[in-house]
């Protein structure tokens, strides 16, 4: 209702009265939803006492999903009410933007909260009946209560409670692959693009119309990786689900077969998408560099402080960017590591390490090619599933 008022048309709103509209829809549902929240906290309590541990988790993982487009448009309507606030905020500098931004958040928490009702009721259940120990009921009672990570921790109770409940079902091979085939598309249409790029700079091959718009069209690979592995994380989320699901089921064959499937596939993409931003960072700094070069040779610091804000501003926003399309590349291959450690078949030391390096660039394929070896090396000898009293925190 709220996305309906507010992305009619999204930022031609030109004063904070024209707003009114939205904020209305938005005050009388979130009146409404709180109501119905109290009847959801009181429907878990009850699910909870009863043992009902099948039912919790089934309204436990709809609520979740059903919550996660609510969460984005919510950003894109708020998004668009604190545009239109700071921006008529000139003189104090967008003051009441910042305010409105930090109501805003308040309340989308407190939206959150009720969401994470039932997540909390099948973790208690859990506990009580010692399905799981102390600290996975601790950390995942706190992850349940911050925003993004809540929606991880809500698959991995789900998944244990379906396990504990002897109805968890193998990943398909579709959903195993799914991540590496978005990247596998991806990765084509960069190679092609790579494949322009050094034909020009090589051979330099008569330049037509045809072959510019071909480099530029082809760009279009990065950001749309960007849309479906960041904006709309729907193929991250199935394959976290999936690599927890596997863990649970000690398939450390497929975890490390996926992890190195997923690193090599992603290689010419993330190429490209260096290349890209090598391009773009050195034309937002060296063209002002174009424009002024006559005060920065006459030494004026001002003008290098300048250029050095305006090189930062298009090099964080590139790093952040492709930081966040890395994540979801290192799912399988954490996993298995944390498998791998689960059954002592490395130290502490090697996880830790390897832990960090997923989590940086390049140095995430070489671990990743690592943690595959001494898995697939780890196969010769069966490894037998133990039932521990409690999944490890």
């Known amino acids: 209702m709220a996305s309906g008022v507010g992305i009619t048309s999204p930022f031609e709103a030109d004063d904070p009265s024209e707003l009114t509209a939205t904020y209305a829809v938005l005050g009388a549902w979130l009146v409404a939803y709180l109501l119905l ?25 709809f ?45 989308t928490y407190v939206v959150l909260l009720p969401t994470s009702a039932y997540g909390v009721a099948c973790l208690t259940h859990l506990k009580k009946t010692g399905q799981v120990g102390r600290a996975f009921f601790g950390i995942n009672l706190v992850l349940h209560f911050l925003f993004v990570v809540d929606v991880l921790s809500a698959i991995v109770v789900i998944e244990v409670a379906r396990d504990r409940l002897g109805t968890a079902r193998r990943p398909s091979a579709v959903l195993r692959n799914l991540l590496a085939v978005v990247l596998a598309l991806g990765s084509a249409v960069a190679i092609v693009w790579l494949a322009f790029v050094v034909i020009y700079y090589w051979f330099d091959p008569p330049t037509t119309a045809f072959f510019w718009d071909g480099m530029q069209q082809l760009t279009i690979s990065t950001p749309v990786e960007f849309v479906l592995l960041v904006l709309v ?34 290689i010419p993409l993330f190429v490209q ?34 250029l050095g ?7 964080v926003p590139a790093l952040i960017g492709t930081y966040l399309m890395m994540l979801p590349t290192s799912i399988y291959s954490i996993t298995c590591l944390a498998l791998l450690m689960r059954h002592r078949a490395v130290s502490p030391r090697f996880f830790a390490i390897h832990l960090i390096l997923q989590l940086v660039f390049v140095t995430d394929i070489i671990s990743t090619l690592v943690i595959a070896r001494r898995a697939h090396h780890l196969q010769s000898t069966p490894i037998r599933r133990t039932e521990p009293t409690a999944v490890p925190g």
Do not use: H, Y
């Open 37 to 61: 929240a109290g009847l959801v906290a009181i429907d878990a309590g009850r699910l909870a006492r009863s043992g009902d541990l099948d039912a919790l988790q089934r309204s436990a993982n």
């Open 63 to 107: 609520a979740k999903l059903t919550a996660l487009p609510f969460f984005a448009l919510n950003f894109v309507v708020l998004a668009e009410a604190v545009a239109v606030i700071g921006s008529n905020d000139r003189d104090r500098f967008g003051l009441d933007g910042f305010a409105a931004a930090l109501g805003f958040m308040v309340l």
């Open 233 to 266: 994380p729907i193929v991250p989320l199935i394959t976290f689900r999936t690599a927890v699901q596997l863990f649970l089921r000690d398939d450390l064959d497929a975890l490390w077969r996926s992890a190195r499937t997923v690193k090599l596939t992603m």
């Open 273 to 306: 998408n260096f290349v890209l931003c090598v391009f773009v960072v050195a034309v937002v700094a060296f063209f002002p560099v174009i424009l002024t070069r006559g005060a920065l040779l006459e030494g004026g610091p001002l003008v290098l402080t300048v």
């Open 309 to 315: 804000t305006i090189a930062a501003a298009g090099f």
